[in-house]
């Protein structure tokens, strides 16, 4: 399948507007409803998930919601593409595509900023509640144990 440059540029618009959507706008939201004293909190929390769902995905969960191999139809190996190894490029360092005809890399992009909004939107329910220690912790347990398979089902 060749390049559809129009649904790649759709999806790299698309996935940019739902990252502006989660970093300042649900940060300066959340930090606009909370308290005075925990603003500075609330705000790290959504920079926080960003950063740790980003680094979460790409080590591991593209590849347990889409990797290869299956197991037990709950989740997709987790191994099979840690870090992204054979997932977006091929052996001549060119691009793969998807069935689609957009670049995989894209696609990881664009389902990426999902995981991080998900979790961003927790945040709001925990206001005033949660240091941001706990939170840091939750995070990543939560992408892994519940978005992740989730994921994968879809």
Do not use: E
């Given at each position: 399948m060749a390049l559809d440059t129009a649904a790649t540029a759709w999806m790299l618009v698309s996935a940019s507007l739902v990252l502006l959507m989660t970093v300042p706008a649900l940060a300066l939201f959340y930090g606009g409803m909370s308290q005075s004293k925990s603003v500075l909190n609330m705000m790290m929390m959504?920079?926080?998930?960003?950063?740790?769902?980003?680094?979460?995905?790409?080590?591991y969960g593209w590849s347990m919601s889409y990797g290869g191999t299956d197991l037990a139809g709950l989740i997709a190996n987790p191994l099979s593409q840690l870090g992204l190894h054979g997932a977006?490029?091929?052996?001549?360092?060119?691009?793969?595509?998807?069935?689609?005809?957009?670049?995989?890399?894209?696609?990881?992009?664009?389902?990426?900023?999902?995981?991080?909004?998900?979790?961003?939107?927790?945040?709001?329910?925990?206001?005033?509640?949660?240091?941001?220690?706990?939170?840091?912790?939750?995070?990543?347990?939560?992408?892994?144990?519940?978005?992740?398979?989730?994921?994968?089902?879809?």
């Open positions: 959504s920079f926080g998930a960003t950063a740790v769902v980003g680094v979460v995905y790409v080590l977006v490029t091929d052996a001549a360092g060119a691009f793969l595509l998807n069935d689609h005809g957009v670049p995989v890399i894209v696609d990881v992009a664009f389902q990426m900023t999902f995981a991080v909004i998900t979790v961003a939107l927790i945040s709001g329910a925990i206001a005033d509640r949660v240091r941001f220690g706990a939170w840091m912790t939750f995070v990543p347990l939560w992408v892994t144990l519940a978005y992740l398979p989730l994921a994968h089902m879809v």
